[in-house]
């Protein structure tokens, strides 16, 4: 095989460098595949480990501990006010961002992605400085009899905080990728701006707003710093139920683990419905008119 | 549905939008004006000005006697007060409808029934009723060019725009459509402008042709007038490619 003409030396020489090259290649190709196992493994760990170390004997003794329901319940009331809030005022701010060709928009994108690089400690205190009793509105806010610190209200607020990002930086990118000419055509069929939004543009980012609020869901789902430090641990009032395990840890061990795996289980569904909604939704609109 | 030769549509328009500066003054009767020039100077903004973009502009745009812009006594409609069909490059079919609900879409104050039927009629009469359940996205370049064109023409607009109509359709699709907007163009009975590269459109339609660079009309006339004195290179070299795809596609 190896050419030993004095044509030839090069392309040998060449082919001795490419040989080279794949072993790295290969090594490193190895090294990735490796990484991203281990990754890959670690980010599942969590879940299956909470399964297998669960029986059905735990699971029924997390389910009847007196904590399981109120924090469900609350869990599921408060995660669904924020997220109707995130809903009701991301979809028109990321619509606004998403039209605006003005350079400051940066800078309201940059501000909505402020709650995801903040530690939810940090996102808690900041919300005891302003709506605590000592807090800048909280004075205020105590004159009128309203208390928002360690209430229903502030465990809605920390979530509506924390979750928001996620639904507001997905509706953007939704809503830029709507033909802006096809908004215009809309305009001149006689649909009204607003008309045109509702009718084009809605639609039309409908999957990535749905994936969105999914996300923003399982984010508030889940909320435990800032709630902890803003709302505090109240069983019954503001104790979640993220809050529940971290309690139940103190004292059982199996009702963490039973709560956690609910909690757990609720996330992966979300999840797996999430995927799954947008394919349907568009299945479904494909065949929905039928000429006669 | 017009009335004389009088021209339908006049305007005298400047605009700034980034680096382009557009100024136009144009007059167009029942006979389609077709603009062309070089890339970036100003041939989609100057419809999207007619079909009421939010593009700031100074100067007025007369359609039928009505005024859709006039700056100096502050009129400008939105372009749902306009009454222009319009077809974008992009084709701007609406993504979650299908081909017969995105016809549908402008014929608001019909009763179900009624307005089906209507957008039915006006896909048959672009030869795409067959798709008339499909997605956008499960259409070819032509189909979506005459679902969009149908959407544009099903409201009977008093100005029709279109911009690039053959620029996404492939060359097979491209010489019955070519024709069939020809037809659909004298027949039309309304000022149309199309924006167009291609001569063969030009050849096709016979438009009254306005030449566009950087932002101001360099020429105007028919392809007569323009093989007879081209103003520029630019238009020499139109007049050139013309015989080069006369040679390609021999009749």
Redo the contacts between chains.
């Keep these: 095989m190896r050419g030993v003409g004095a044509d030839e030396a090069e392309p040998a020489g060449r082919a001795v460098g490419r040989v080279a090259t794949s072993r790295t290649g290969g090594l490193l190709r190895w090294l990735g595949g490796a990484a991203a196992t281990a990754l890959l493994l670690a980010l599942v760990l969590p879940l299956l480990a909470l399964a297998l170390s669960t029986g059905t004997d735990e699971l029924a003794a997390g389910l009847h501990d007196p904590s399981f329901f109120p924090a469900l319940g609350l869990s599921l009331r408060t995660s669904l006010w924020s997220l109707a809030a995130v809903i009701a005022g991301g979809t028109p701010l990321a619509y606004a961002v998403a039209r605006s060709e003005r350079p400051s928009v940066r800078w309201v994108e940059r501000l909505v992605d402020l709650p995801v690089v903040l530690p939810p400690a940090v996102l808690g205190v900041g919300l005891l400085a302003a709506f605590g009793r000592q807090g800048l509105f909280g004075g205020g806010l105590e004159a009128l009899g309203v208390q928002v610190a360690f209430s229903e209200a502030a465990v809605v607020l920390a979530q509506t905080v924390v979750a928001a990002p996620f639904f507001v930086q997905s509706a953007i990118a939704a809503f830029r990728q709507v033909d802006p000419d096809a908004l215009l055509v809309a305009r001149t069929l006689g649909a009204s701006a607003e008309h045109a939004m509702l009718r084009v543009a809605l639609p039309a980012a409908a999957p990535g707003l749905i994936a969105g609020a999914g996300l923003a869901w399982a984010r508030a789902l889940g909320e435990f710093g800032a709630t902890l430090l803003f709302a505090g641990n109240l069983v019954g009032r503001t104790q979640t139920l993220p809050l529940a395990i971290y309690a139940a840890l103190e004292q059982d061990v199996r009702v963490a683990v039973a709560l956690a795996l609910v909690l757990g289980g609720v996330g992966t569904l979300l999840l797996l419905g999430l995927r799954g909604l947008p394919a349907l939704l568009r299945r479904r609109s494909g065949g929905a008119f039928d000429v006669g | 549905m017009s009335d004389d030769t009088a021209p339908n549509l006049s305007l005298n328009v400047e605009a700034e939008l980034g680096a382009l500066r557009l100024r136009v003054a144009l007059q167009a009767g029942e006979r389609p004006v077709a603009i062309v020039g070089p890339n970036g100077s100003g041939k989609s903004t100057l419809l999207?000005l007619l079909?009421?973009?939010p593009i700031a502009a100074t100067g007025s745009i007369t359609l039928d006697g009505r005024a859709l812009l006039d700056s100096e006594r502050g009129i400008n409609l939105?372009?749902?007060a306009?009454n222009?069909?319009?077809?974008?490059?992009?084709h701007?079919?609406?993504?979650?409808?299908?081909a017969?609900?995105n016809v549908a879409?402008?014929l608001?104050d019909l009763a179900p029934k009624r307005r089906?039927a209507r957008a039915?009629a006006a896909l048959t009469e672009l030869g795409v009723a067959h798709v008339?359940?499909r997605?956008p996205a499960?259409l070819s370049g032509g189909e979506r060019q005459r679902v969009?064109l149908a959407?544009?023409l099903v409201?009977q607009?008093a100005l029709l725009l279109l911009d690039e109509p053959l620029a996404a359709v492939d060359v097979a699709a491209r010489r019955a459509l070519r024709v069939l907007l020809a037809q659909r163009l004298r027949a039309l009975g309304r000022p149309a402008l199309l924006v167009t590269h291609e001569l063969r459109d030009l050849r096709a339609i016979d438009p009254e042709i306005v030449v566009l660079q950087d932002g101001r009309v360099v020429q105007r006339g028919d392809l007569d007038a323009l093989r007879a004195a081209p103003a520029n290179a630019f238009v020499a070299e139109l007049v050139d490619a013309e015989d080069d795809d006369r040679r390609e596609e021999p009749r």
């Design positions: 999207r079909a009421g973009a939105p372009p749902e306009r222009v069909g319009y077809v974008p490059q992009s701007g079919l609406f993504p979650h409808l299908s017969l609900d879409f402008g608001f089906r039915l008339a359940a997605m499960a969009a959407r544009a409201l607009p």
